[in-house]
Nanobody
Framework: QVQLVESGGGWVQAGGSLRLSCAAS????????MGWIRQTPGKEREFVAG????????AYGDFAKGRFTISRDTAKNTVYLQMNSLKAEDTAVYYC???????????????WGQGTQVTVSS
């Protein structure tokens, strides 16, 4: 059973930084794509960033380019999202997700974490 557990969310002032972590367990993730998706109440899920677990290729939503960085540590089975220059509009619940094929973009995934709240105060 795949489990994804996020941590690292919280409150930060605009312009600040946060690093989210996602601990993955339950199988080996070769040939998987891992991603971060965010959602605010009343809005659709939004693709933030994705990474190929094996090769490390990455993709980003337009709003994340230049500010956010996704990475993974295969030894620790952990995916990270470093978020810099945060804005009030980045406030959302951020979800870690895993997909059983190596497509890096989009919001359709096979497994989801429980989410972690990020609040950016302007």
């Amino acid at each position: 059973q795949v489990q994804l557990v996020e941590s690292g969310g919280g409150w930060v002032q605009a312009g600040g930084s946060l690093r989210l972590s996602c601990a993955a367990s339950g199988r080996t993730f070769s040939n998987y794509a891992m991603g971060w998706i965010r959602q605010t109440p009343g809005k659709e899920r939004e693709f933030v960033a994705g990474i190929d677990w094996s090769g490390g290729s990455t993709a980003y939503g337009d709003f994340a380019k230049g500010r956010f960085t996704i990475s993974r540590d295969t030894a620790k089975n952990t995916v990270y999202l470093q978020m810099n220059s945060l804005k009030a509009e980045d406030t959302a619940v951020y979800y870690c997700a895993a997909r059983r094929y190596r497509v890096l973009v989009g919001t359709e995934y096979d497994y989801w974490g429980q989410g972690t709240q990020v609040t950016v105060s302007s």
